[in-house]
């Protein structure tokens, strides 16, 4: 094969190489594009544009093939072949041109690439600009392919004939009326068709009006009660309009020139609010479990509904409490359990692994459950009450001796602040499944811990800042019996910080009482006596000691009344007291008796008055904190010729919707009064309406007691005693 022959094939395989590398990077593209074509124009497009797409990639191959011309060849061959020696122009030049020592170097040339091997002058390809198009081409025909397809206009809804009005000739009436109600994608409802332009729709509906008048108006709109006004747009006969409903409204249809008794009609649509998801504990059965012998495992079961559907996963929260005092550690970790059952109710099972978690004596190991539902795009949410497994301590590990004596008369547990809220909360939650008796008297226990912890904090503030305030007719050994309740349990909260000091004990001015924990240790043990032990601590922290004691008293004074959802503020605030104090710093004082200024012996019973202020008590007027409703209520019932503020009215619903039952029943009679104010039946009827919202009138302040005729001598004998 000649020198000619084989250059012209190295040079006809580089332009196929290109021609085909080319067709490539370009022809990817054709799938994205013919995928968006036949996902929004159909398939008849879709051909079309692959066609044009290909005669494109053809043209494009072409083109760069072309590019590897004769110039092209001769650099290609100096660069890739030293025996070129640079002189490969030679070799397509004319011959008769070429000196002879150029022919001599022409045809040795000639002679090289005869004998030489092949050389490959096809260009190299880049195959990771080719990889990268080919993914970006996919993801856009993935994305094509996944993109939902474009909605289709609603039909026009099908018109009914509106009530007859009597009308003016002129006056432009309504004949025909239709609403379309399409409500959000999430709930699975399917649209339907309202003749009366009004109903109950899901929130976040779509609704489209469609109306007809005879004759034609020059313009029309929607007036809804809060003001807005949706203009409607003529269509050939028909008038329409869109909106989306996200709160239940009240409308009325203004056409220029209407009759009176169509421009007054009220039309209403109450939005259905998209309730949260319903959850349900079917096991355990109690929120505190004691763990039983050999048990492995511990098995939960939940069941959630939903008004429109539940979501598909639930995530169960499970923490690992373990330790005791100020050595209590926390372990947290998050499951996603799938459930089973129809869209809008499922259960929820799952078995927990105790060796797994690292459960051990003396943990608790507590779990949650939180569930969703399908509302979008803000999806709502349900968590179940807190359900605890306790590993109950070690009974041989308890301590010995007198200490172990004094244990065994207190109670086996003593709940921390934080647990009572826990009970608390839990009590509230599973407050349906109790009559009103059992949830009383388990609020009353929960109580009865708030008393002992309670108790057991107020003994480092002394007697007199326990904080429950004495009756008169109370036994103080009694109130002592009760009052005393040690420190045996193993609470969350830390003891509070000691003060280290030195103390006597001498002898017991009493005989102990057998089997009181207090009198063992009186008599064989060592004791702090916790009233003198409250004068070394600071004042700020004293201080913090007795707001969380005043917090606790309210909690208990809640729980005791079967109350415990009003509980749980106090609660929560004698919890933050607590841990401020465990966070106190320690003083050192010397103990000294108290300081009191010298009594004055001549002013006792002496019945000197001066510079004491009377004791009648000043009563001020009353006002009441919202008078707006008993104002109009009083102004509603006066002859109709009185004006009404009907500007004020609204004002006031529009910024106290929440304490209103059903304000659209509010607008509807307030905009029916407006428009016919000598209606009698129409001031009643609002006057019906503001009576729940008046204020109660206080109760009568009764007068002093001034004691039987045995006080009165004795206060008036004072003055005369004086002289």
């Known amino acids: 094969m000649s020198a000619a022959q084989r250059i012209g094939e190295w040079h006809a395989r580089a332009r196929r190489s290109r021609a085909a590398y080319l067709a490539c990077v370009c022809g990817v593209w054709l799938l994205p594009l013919v995928a968006l074509v036949a996902r929004f124009y159909g398939a008849a497009p879709a051909w079309i544009a692959f066609a044009l797409g290909a005669a494109a990639v053809a043209w494009r191959a072409w083109r760069g093939a072309k590019a590897l011309d004769r110039a092209w060849l001769r650099r290609r061959l100096d660069s890739l072949r030293a025996d070129m020696d640079d002189s490969a122009d030679l070799l397509f030049a004319d011959e008769s041109a070429l000196g002879g020592l150029q022919r001599l170097q022409r045809s040795r040339l000639q002679r090289r690439i005869e004998t030489a091997p092949a050389s490959d002058l096809r260009l190299g390809w880049n195959r990771r600009a080719l990889a990268i198009a080919a993914v970006c081409a996919l993801a856009l025909a993935a994305a094509a392919a996944l993109w939902p397809p474009p909605r289709a206009q609603a039909p026009a809804p099908a018109l009914a004939p509106s009530p007859p009005i009597a009308a003016a000739p002129g006056q ?28 109950r729709v899901a929130e976040g509906a779509r609704l489209r009006w469609r109306l007809r008048f005879q004759p034609q108006p020059a313009q029309a709109a929607l007036v809804f009660h809060d003001g807005e006004r949706l203009p409607l747009r003529r269509d050939g006969e028909d008038w329409s309009a869109q909106r989306t409903l996200a709160k239940s409204a009240l409308y009325r249809i203004d056409a220029g020139g209407a009759p009176p008794a169509q421009a007054r009609r009220l039309y209403r649509l109450d939005a259905v ?21 050999g048990q492995k495992a511990w098995p939960l079961a939940f069941e959630a509904s939903d008004d429109y559907g539940v979501a598909a996963t639930a995530r169960l929260r499970i923490t690992l409490v373990q330790g005791s005092g100020e050595q209590i550690t926390f372990r947290e970790r998050s499951l996603d359990l799938r459930g089973s059952g129809g869209a809008r109710a499922k259960r929820f099972v799952h078995r927990l692994d105790l060796a797994a978690l690292g459960y051990a004596v003396g943990d608790d190991l507590i779990v949650q459950l939180s569930v969703a539902d ?21 009974a041989g590990s308890e301590a010995t001796g007198i200490e172990g004596m004094v244990k065994t008369v207190l109670p086996a547990y003593f709940r921390s602040q934080r647990q009572i809220i826990i009970d608390a909360e ?3 939650a599973r407050k349906r499944q109790f009559d009103d008796a059992t949830f009383v008297k388990k609020s009353d226990a929960i109580g009865v811990d708030q008393r002992l912890l309670r108790l057991r904090y107020g003994q480092f503030l002394g007697e007199e800042a326990e904080g429950e305030p004495k009756l008169p007719t109370s036994d103080s050994e009694d109130d002592g019996e009760h009052g005393h309740d040690g420190e045996a349990g193993a609470g969350h909260e830390a003891p509070l910080p000691a003060a280290h000091d030195d103390h006597d004990h001498g002898a017991a001015a009493a005989k102990p009482t057998f089997g009181e924990e207090g009198a063992v240790l009186e008599e064989f043990g060592h004791t702090h006596d916790h009233a003198e032990a409250a004068t070394l601590l600071d004042p700020q922290t004293r201080k913090l000691l007795k707001a969380a004691l005043d917090q606790m008293w309210q909690s208990e004074l809640h729980l005791r009344q079967g109350q ?9 605030k004698a919890l933050g007291f607590i841990k401020q104090v465990q966070q106190a710093s320690r003083i050192y004082l010397a103990r000294v008796g108290p300081e009191l200024p010298p009594i004055d012996e001549s002013r006792r019973l002496g019945g000197d008055r001066a510079g004491l202020a009377r004791r009648e008590d000043a009563l001020a007027p009353a006002t009441a904190a919202d008078p707006l409703p008993a104002r109009l209520w009083r102004e509603l019932d006066v002859p109709a010729s009185q004006p009404v503020d009907y500007a004020a009215l609204e004002r006031w619903l529009g910024a106290n ?28 009827r609002l006057r019906g309406l503001l009576w729940p919202l008046l204020q109660r009138p206080a ?25």
Request: aromatic letters at 6%; one cysteine or more.
């Open 172 to 199: 432009p009436r309504l004949v025909a009326q239709a609403l379309r109600i399409e409500p959000p994608a999430y709930t699975g409802l399917p649209a339907r068709e309202e003749p009366s332009l009004e109903g």
């Open 273 to 293: 609010p998209d309730r949260p998801p319903q959850l349900r504990v079917l096991q355990p059965e109690r929120g505190l479990t004691l763990l039983a012998p």
């Open 374 to 394: 399908n509302r979008a795009p803000q999806a709502q949410t349900a968590l179940s009450p807190s359900l605890i497994l306790r590993w109950p301590a070690d």
């Open 426 to 428: 839990a009590l509230i």
């Open 564 to 572: 415990p959802q009003r509980a749980l503020p106090f609660a929560y």
């Open 657 to 684: 919707s929440g304490r209103v039952d059903d304000p659209l029943a509010f607008a509807a009679a307030l905009s029916a009064l407006r428009d016919r104010p000598e209606c009698g039946e129409c001031r009643a």
């Open 699 to 723: 109760s009568a302040v009764r007068a002093r007691d001034a004691g039987d005729a045995r006080d009165r001598r004795y206060f008036d004998g004072l003055p005369q005693e004086a002289r």
